[in-house]
């Protein structure tokens, strides 16, 4: 995915995402070496589009930002270095932005156009929950925050896609578990809720893959009735949901936060959101899910996160610094 936004003061004024998503479904994951060269094809094309449909020249632009990990490196390297090469002929300010951190201000982003609501920005508690990453976040301030706790093995999106694997279902399998869950229930089959009742912030999602596993070599005509698909996709998403909001809400209690937030692709499942505002509403908890179209990785996020770092403090990123490909959120 190679993707661009502008914004000024808080306004996403373009925002355009060229998904390679079909592409890499072939392969039933993300090919590195493919998505670097998609991106090297599509980066002027979308470039010069979203500054078109933004009513603006590059000389107009009072900086680039582009994100500078972590993420696989190959595809990293293209937007980072192109970026950097952009903000130096345009002789404007360069901006790396961590992927993570930028995941912490796009539920903060919405309306139409969108923009950024600082206005009603609160300490927070963000999970950033997607194909890559399932992280638990304080967000104390603007700028401010300390990582709380991460998975120690799969990330959530990587548990659905895994298990959407074994059931035969197609990549990315989230998205697809989510709709067959619709007609499911979600207590048909108990599968295990990992590390839910342990009392720290981390998350475990590789053993749910393999109880699920041995789950279907046990009972493999589940698979071949439409009825126990459901019930099956249900089970599992149940499963994942109710460790992902119940771990969320323990730490926004704990850190006696008003507000949580969410974000990444697994953010668009509708049980976690109908779950978080659930269980936000009894807690009396604001709740903050960044938008559908936003939950993915996108450019607003970065480009926002980027004017933040600019009016506060003025921080830049050298024209020569590398992209950091393991990059950890502190
Ligand atoms: O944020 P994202 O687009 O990419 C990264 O991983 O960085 O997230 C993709 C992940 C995939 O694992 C996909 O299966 C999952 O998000 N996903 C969903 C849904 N939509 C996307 N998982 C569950 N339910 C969904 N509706
Ligand atoms: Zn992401």
Not at 5 to 31: C, D, F, K, N, P
Not at 130 to 137: A, E, N
Request: glycine share 8%.
């Amino acid at each position: 995915m190679l993707l661009l936004a502008l914004e000024t003061s808080g306004e996403v004024r373009a925002l355009m995402v060229s998904s390679q998503i079909q592409m890499h479904a072939e392969y039933g994951g993300v090919v590195p070496e493919l998505a670097a060269r998609e991106h090297l094809r599509n980066f002027f094309p979308v470039a010069t589009a979203a500054l078109a449909e933004a009513g603006v020249t590059a000389a107009q632009l009072d900086a680039v930002a582009a994100t500078q990990g972590p993420g696989l490196p190959t595809a990293l390297l293209v937007g980072f270095k192109a970026g950097q090469a952009v903000a130096f002929a345009l002789r404007k300010p360069f901006v790396g932005i961590h992927h993570h951190e930028a995941h912490l201000y796009s539920p903060w982003i919405s309306g139409t156009p969108p923009r950024a609501r600082f206005d009603q920005f609160q300490p927070n508690v963000s999970l950033i929950v997607s194909g890559g990453h399932t992280m638990l976040v304080h967000v104390e301030d603007e700028l401010k925050h300390r990582v709380l706790g991460g998975t120690i093995d799969d990330a959530a999106g990587e548990c659905f896609d895994k298990a959407g694997k074994l059931m035969g279902l197609p990549y990315p399998a989230g998205p697809v578990i989510d709709r067959l869950a619709e007609k499911g229930n979600p207590k048909a089959y108990d599968f295990p809720r990992p590390l839910l009742h342990d009392s720290n912030d981390d998350f475990s999602f590789s053993g749910l893959k393999t109880s699920i596993r041995y789950f279907l070599r046990d009972h493999p005509t589940l698979l071949e009735h439409n009825e126990t698909l459901h019930d099956l996709c249900a089970s599992v998403q149940a499963a994942i949901v109710e460790v992902l909001v119940q771990k969320t809400l323990r730490a926004a209690t704990r850190l006696n936060v008003r507000c949580v937030t969410a974000s990444g692709g697994v953010t668009c499942n509708r049980a976690l959101r109908a779950e978080l505002a659930r269980a936000c509403e009894r807690n009396q908890f604001a709740l903050h899910l960044a938008e559908q179209s936003l939950c993915t990785d996108n450019a607003a996020m970065i480009g926002i996160l980027a004017e933040r770092k600019l009016r506060h403090g003025g921080i830049t990123t050298l024209y020569d610094e590398e992209i950091a490909p393991g990059l950890q959120l502190a």
